[in-house]
């Protein structure tokens, strides 16, 4: 049982793997190439496989090509179609790079790209030419590319200390882990050498300079090392994903996590390097670690640090960012929450005052708390080493020349204050005036000026208040400690307040993040409707990035459109647009500071959904984002774009269900109309087929007239009941109010239902006192024909039905009552329906005419209700607010 229950498939994994085959499905191939370096004949090689697919009917063209002027490389390339290159001036220069746009519009099979780790020139919509490769994947284009060990970004240190020439053409080495296809191409050292020499790869000119430097036969020996232990790797690791998605068991090693832990010095790169080739090799997932502590940042400093983590990103490594003072609790703290297997870290060099005021060495700390994480440590190399030895021996000051200028003014100024009077505190007093200054200071200013305030009045107060006065000669062993004392309670009292205010800082800010989240969720929450969400997402970004925004939403063809935001700055220009439809479409952000169409004004963010994207927002960037402030953004953004997604599916959800409505309504009124149509028009049709075929006498004749004009009338009121309808639906009704009289009105309705009124009493009630009303007068006439006529249909013959009329306290008050069956309990909330027909409704009627008097009457803004009279019947009432004249109806004719 349990081996069976281990050998079923986990649910949540099969879905994963589903998801992941299905969106691979709809991208490209990717074949790469692979060899140690140029010269092993890659393009060749590329080209003789791409002869043979095209032998077999694919359809395959050259994108970019390089044949370096190698005979037998053209040869191969002839017969190809080849898309011509587009060409970019750059500092009065003419480049030539891939037209990737041409490619796409042809919309081959197969395209062939070589060199896969180029940059492009200036203008091109990528910066790498891997980014370009990407996005011809993503259109389900298959690619053929070359690429060189050397270019890969995990490598190049490691090429940069075998050759001594630093490798600046890098590409990420997630581009070559999720290539399809990686054939390597390879070819021994001497054969290279020979191939050299005889020209076959530079000019005879440039193979002696290279035999002479890069193409040294110890270099091309560890480089091809290193391929084919790339490639080997690459092979295990495609049987162990294998193994694992067909839940093939083996002796695999099965979850390994490894993390680095780096900082802001330039060996991180190098750690992160090496633990992506470790994480590699085992097979093991990775992720690095930044532990924020009060130390504060030189922009220096700071620069690094975004560049190591913009290098962890290239290698695919997840970066986070943890605060705590204690560096080693917080690697083993989140090591432990992550389950991580293995902690990377670099062997500390740095001697200065500050590591000797910590407690224990931190690699020794790290270990004795690590438990059963191992813990791997990487040395510098002799470059690292002669960084350090230049590093100055105390901790680095961030505060400027102002800031000391300042604290030492204000120690002058409070020591001239204490010296006038020196003779009634006494020269111990003076100390803790002294010390006290030192403690504000520090609320203030940094390290740097505390430690100048202290050394400062240390000496001052030695000088000029310690006896004997204006030496630095002190007499009392006494008076020699408590200058060491006041010393050192100073320096650290300032040292300390000034962490405390750091700390402080630290943590303000990540409050004012955190509420600026929760504000946002919550004002997101309480709104509704595009342009509000527009508003307050504009609003926030202001206020907490204090960036102009600019919204592009989609439409209902799904493209983004440009609406009017008249409170943004931000124009767009035709060619901005684009980038905007770019990142529409790609789900991917470009512009100003990324890798993708750099050369504009503004940087655009995809507003991402679970159901899609959303839109565009592009934002003025004055300066990159730093790494904290890119992690509140790529936070935050979230948010803004959840509540698009929210309205885009309500607005849907509501077309849904108008749509749905609107069948229903379809549905019902044909089922109703049909019926309702064919008893007139088959009256209209069998009494006018009468009367033309045979002669009948005039009374008989009398009686079919009679019934031609009963169905014409029928037929009318259910066109007019249509009509009025289908106003109400679209909103088109508009009451236009005049100065009426009510019984001209009543006499109306009553008059055009004379004849249904026959076998009923009409009583009609209006007050002596009523005057003249302002209200919209056909509105008006058709509820109260509607609410007659439906008393008519329901009361028993010779019944009473009454109509009154009164005017109170600004409304217009109409009631008409009949003494029919009145309405079950269940049917009174629906009976204004459209086209609902209660249990005890009579055949025939479409349900449409108090659906009608509803309508009117609101629009009126106006309320009707019905219910049941005490002794049987039903009862209508209207209230609907009016403007009344002081002249007086009379009412004697």
């Known amino acids: ?77 002839e017969g190809f179609e080849l898309i011509p290159r587009r060409n970019y001036e750059y500092k009065s220069a003419v480049i030539q790079e891939m037209d990737i746009d041409a490619i796409l519009a042809r919309q081959p099979e197969t395209v062939i790209v070589d060199e896969l780790a180029h940059t492009n020139a200036p203008g091109c919509r990528h910066t790498k030419r891997h980014q370009d490769v990407m996005e011809l994947l993503n259109n389900g284009i298959n690619v053929f590319t070359t690429l060189n060990v050397q270019h890969l970004e995990s490598r190049s240190e490691t090429v940069a200390q075998i050759t001594g020439i630093i490798v600046r053409e890098t590409l990420p080495d997630d581009v070559f882990e999720t290539a399809d296809e990686v054939e390597l191409v390879d070819l021994p050292p001497d054969e290279l050498l020979q191939r050299l020499s005889e020209g076959k790869v530079y000019t005879p000119d440039q193979s002696k300079e290279a ?77 690095a670690i930044y532990v924020e502590t009060l130390y504060k940042l030189t922009p220096k400093e700071r620069e690094q640090l975004d560049k190591n983590f913009s290098l962890a990103k290239q290698l695919g490594i997840q970066s986070r960012i943890v605060t705590n003072q204690d560096i080693v609790k917080a690697i083993v703290d989140f090591a432990q929450k992550e389950n991580v297997t293995h902690i990377i870290v670099g062997k500390p060099r740095i001697r200065n005052i500050r590591s000797m005021f910590k407690l224990g060495n931190f690699v020794n700390r790290l270990i004795r708390y690590s438990g059963n994480i191992d813990v791997y440590i990487l040395g510098s190399d002799k470059q690292a080493k002669d960084y350090y030895r230049k590093k100055v021996s105390i901790p680095p000051f961030t505060s400027n020349l102002a800031q000391y200028a300042i604290t030492s003014l204000l120690v002058v100024l409070t020591s001239i204050i204490l010296y006038l009077i020196r003779d009634y505190i006494g020269y111990q007093v003076v100390s803790f005036g002294l010390l006290f200054l030192v403690s504000i ?14 050394i400062e ?142 050369s504009g004004n503004y940087t655009f963010y995809p507003l991402v959904g679970n159901s899609g994207n959303m839109g565009v927002i592009a934002v003025e960037h004055v300066t990159p984002f730093t790494q904290g402030e890119e992690q509140f953004w790529d936070t935050f953004l979230p948010q803004i774009s959840g509540k698009y997604e929210r309205e885009f599916l309500r607005e849907a959800a509501k077309k849904a269900s108008v749509l749905n409505e609107s069948d229903k309504l379809y549905k019902t009124l044909f089922n109703s109309i049909s019926h309702e149509l064919r008893i007139p028009v088959t009256t209209i049709m069998g009494a006018s087929d009468t009367l033309m075929t045979q002669e ?114 600004g409304f217009l008050i109409i009631q008409v009552m009949d003494r029919g069956k009145g309405f079950p309990e269940s049917d009174l909330p629906a009976i204004f329906n459209k086209f609902y027909r209660g249990k005890d409704a009579l055949a025939g009627g479409t349900g449409l005419g108090l659906s009608i008097v509803k309508g009117f009457v609101e629009a009126q803004k106006g309320v009707v209700t019905a219910e049941n009279r005490e002794n049987g019947g039903a009862k209508f009432t209207i209230n609907i607010p009016v403007e009344i004249s002081d002249l007086k109806v009379d009412t004697k004719d």
């Open 1 to 77: 049982m349990n081996d069976s229950e281990n050998k079923r498939p986990d649910p949540d994994e099969l879905l994963a793997l589903l998801i992941r085959e299905e969106k691979k499905s709809k991208q490209g191939k990717l074949h790469i190439f692979f060899g140690m370096c140029a010269g092993v004949g890659k393009t060749y090689t590329m080209l003789k496989v791409a002869r043979e697919e095209r032998l077999k009917g694919a359809d395959i063209i050259i994108g970019y090509i390089e044949t370096h002027n190698r005979k037998e490389t053209a040869e191969l390339a």
């Open 211 to 287: 035999i002479e430097n890069f193409f040294r036969k110890g270099n091309l020996t560890a480089l091809r090392e290193m391929a084919l232990r790339i490639v080997a790797e690459r092979v295990d690791k495609q049987l162990h994903d294998y193994m694992q998605q067909k839940r093939i068991r083996g002796p695999w090693k099965s979850g390994l996590s490894l993390l680095v832990a780096i900082d802001y010095r330039p060996q991180s790169m190098r750690l992160l390097r090496w633990a992506k080739n470790l994480s590699y090799s085992m097979g093991a997932s990775i992720q």
């Open 441 to 454: 200071l520090a609320l203030f200013y940094g390290t740097g000026p505390i430690l100048l305030a202290a």
């Open 457 to 598: 009045s240390s000496v001052i107060w030695d000088y000029f208040f310690i006896p004997p006065q204006f030496t630095l000669h002190i007499e009392r062993p006494v008076d020699v400690l408590m200058l060491v004392m006041f010393f050192f309670i100073a320096l650290l009292n300032g040292i300390l307040t000034s962490r405390v205010r750091r700390q402080e800082k630290k943590i303000r800010i990540r409050e004012e993040r955190t509420h600026a989240l929760y504000q946002l969720t919550k004002d997101l929450t309480v709104i509704s409707g595009m342009d509000e969400v527009t508003k307050i997402a504009t609003c926030y970004i202001k206020k907490y990035f204090h960036l102009e925004s600019f919204i592009l939403l989609k439409n209902e063809n799904g493209q983004i459109n440009s609406p009017v935001q008249n409170d943004s700055k931000i124009t767009l220009s035709e060619n901005e647009m684009s980038i905007a439809s770019w990142v529409f479409k790609h789900s991917a952000k470009a512009g100003k500071n990324t890798d993708t169409l750099p």
């Open 696 to 809: 009948y006498p005039e009374d008989t004749k009398q009686k079919l007239y009679n019934q031609i004009n009963l169905a014409s009338v029928r037929l009318n009121r259910l066109i007019e009941n249509l009509l009025n309808m289908s106003r109400l639906e679209s909103g088109l009704i508009s009451p236009q109010p005049d100065w009426c009289d009510v019984h001209d009105l009543v006499n109306k309705v009553a008059n055009a239902l004379q004849q249904e009124l026959q076998p009923f009493k009409l009583a009609v009630i209006i007050s002596a006192d009523t005057p003249l009303v302002r209200f919209d007068y056909g509105l008006t006439e058709q509820v109260i024909y509607n609410l007659i006529l439906n008393a008519t249909q329901y009361a028993p013959e010779g019944s009473r039905i009454r109509l009154k009329m009164f005017y109170d306290n």
